[in-house]
Each structure stands twice: as C-alpha cells, then as structure tokens.
C-alpha cells in the first residue's frame, strides 16, 4: 500500500492564478480531509468527506473547493489563489477506526 | 468551541526523559493522539489512547490522560536527537469526522 499520496510536493503561484492539489489513498478509507499548516496555529480543517459523492466543509472552507467522485481521490481546488493562502497542505483519510493517517503535504507559495 | 492546547517549545539532554504536554476542553472526546513531524514530512501516528484509559505504553513512549483534569502527556525515555520533531496533540469524538490538532510542541534534544 503507498498509503496517502499528495501531488504536486511543492507549487509556486501567482495571486489570482488557480490550481488543483492532488490527493489519493489505496486504503479503500471513506473519510478523507484537506488540512493547512501554518505557524503557530497547528492543522486547520478546510474541507472533508465521508464517502464518494460527499463533501462538507470544515473550520476554513473560504476559497477552496473539493469534490469527492471516487472513494480513492480527493482533489482541492483553488480558483483564485490569494497570498493568504501561501501554506503547507496535508491530506489525511481515516478507515473503520477513528485514526487519521496523512499525506507528506503540498508546500504552496502564492506570490 | 473545542480547543487543544500544547507549549510551543521543549529542550533536552540526550539519555533524559522528555515530557510533552496538553489540554484540551471537550470532555466527550473519545480518542486522544499523538502525532509527530520531522522537518518537511508529512504526520506521523505516534500513539493514541481512548478516553477510557488512564495510561498506554509503547516502547519508549508513555501516554497518560487524566480525563477529570483534560489533561494529556507524552513521556519519551531515553529522548534521541532522531527524537527532535514538532509533536501534536488531537482528539476526536465517536461519531463525528472533526480533529482537533493542538498548535504542536518543538522537541529540541540536545547532544
């Protein structure tokens, strides 16, 4: 199993431009959610879901969107990134137990 | 709303005892992790332990949760410089898809 994998590992972008970060797990998990990483703060829900077709948001939803059309695939979308959301990206997806297993992140830079 | 609070910063010799601390306030939390992260690496599981026990131990690391006060702790024996990561604290409730992360604690071990 490769577990939780993210893509691209880092991205430079400019304000305004929009991207989508890549998420995917082998582990047939039904949950899976987008956190960011900045300093000082810890990790900061966006966006999860319980299963293919299910998406809700989490504590800081603004200016992301997610889709969930297969149980494996988790993509976040940026439609117009903003410097604010310069952070580190992690991915996570957790099975039948309630432990959460993350991706090695997406470094994002928005200039 | 919950919150999960950690000390930002810990320093140790080599060979001591590291001790990592936490709060939280969410007195129907169920499962109580520790995660750790090396320099530009994604969460690693550490331990956890549900709400109903009182001590878990796994090799070096020992977990204590005194529910009355909400108060969690990671003891590291024999604390490695391989040991120096930013350690979070978190804590989920059954039946609901929310984690709490604390800010995390940087464990600085010195030789």
């Known amino acids: 199993n490769a577990g939780v994998t993210q893509t691209p590992k880092f991205q430079v972008l400019k304000t305004g431009q929009s991207m989508t970060l890549q998420c995917a797990q082998d582990m047939n998990h039904e949950y899976m959610s987008w956190y960011r990483q900045d300093p000082g703060m810890g990790l900061r829900l966006i966006h999860y879901s319980v299963g293919a077709g299910i998406t809700d948001q989490g504590e800081v939803p603004n200016g992301y969107n997610v889709s969930r059309s297969t149980t494996e695939d988790f993509p976040l979308r940026l439609l117009s990134a903003a410097p604010s959301q310069t952070s580190v990206y992690f991915c996570?997806?957790?099975?039948?137990?309630?432990?959460?297993?993350f991706g090695p992140g997406t470094r994002l830079t928005v200039l | 709303g919950e919150d999960v609070e950690q000390s930002l910063f810990l320093s140790v010799r080599e060979g001591d005892s590291s001790v990592i601390n936490c709060t939280y306030t969410?007195?129907?939390?169920?499962?109580l992790y520790w995660y750790k992260q090396e320099p530009g690496a994604g969460l690693q599981l550490l331990t956890y332990?549900?709400?109903?026990?009182d001590m878990k131990q796994d090799q070096r690391l020992t977990v204590l949760l005194n529910k009355k006060d909400k108060h969690l702790s990671l003891r590291i024996a024999d604390t490695q410089t391989g040991d120096s990561a930013i350690y979070f604290c978190?804590?989920?409730?059954?039946?609901?898809?929310?984690?709490?992360f604390g800010t995390g604690t940087r464990l600085k071990v010195l030789a």
């Open positions: 996570a997806s957790r099975g039948s137990t309630d432990t959460q297993y």
């Open positions: 969410d007195s129907s939390s169920t499962y």
């Open positions: 332990i549900f709400s109903n026990m």
């Open positions: 978190a804590e989920t409730s059954s039946g609901t898809y929310k984690y709490i």
